[in-house]
């Protein structure tokens, strides 16, 4: 199966590795290189996809870090669940993960974590569960 997944990093190396492996899955990826960045792109693959259904999300899977300029991944989250409260996102984080939890006003339960450091065959299976 084929997922879109847009991936919001914005550390280059990452970038590659996280997108040879994804296409090698045979996976479309669209990549961010910050919170605002991925906004955008979120926003205007919504708007192609917006009056063919009001349950279809534009991504497949937003793959989040955290640490990224313009906006955080905690940030960008809230933002597209304000707008697609069913959208699958998986925050990919070597922040304090359970600080991101439990501290009020952060990512909300239904964001899946991936603790960095991790396999990129974890994440891939973590994706295509």
Do not use: W
């Amino acid at each position: 199966m084929t997922l879109n997944i847009l991936v919001a990093e914005d550390n280059a190396f990452t970038i590659t590795q996280y997108t040879k492996i994804l296409e090698k899955n045979g996976h479309s990826v669209t990549v961010a290189r910050d919170g605002q960045e991925c906004l955008e792109k979120y926003t205007q693959e919504l708007a192609k996809t917006e009056f063919e259904s009001l349950d279809k999300n534009p991504f497949d899977v937003v793959l989040l870090d955290n640490n990224m300029p313009k906006k955080s991944g905690v940030e960008v989250a809230k933002e597209i669940l304000d707008k697609r409260p069913n959208q699958r996102i998986i925050f990919a984080s070597a922040y304090d993960i359970n600080s991101l939890l439990k501290a009020p006003g952060t990512i909300p339960e239904s964001v899946e974590i991936l603790e960095k450091p991790f396999s990129l065959n974890t994440m891939i299976s973590k994706i295509q569960a």
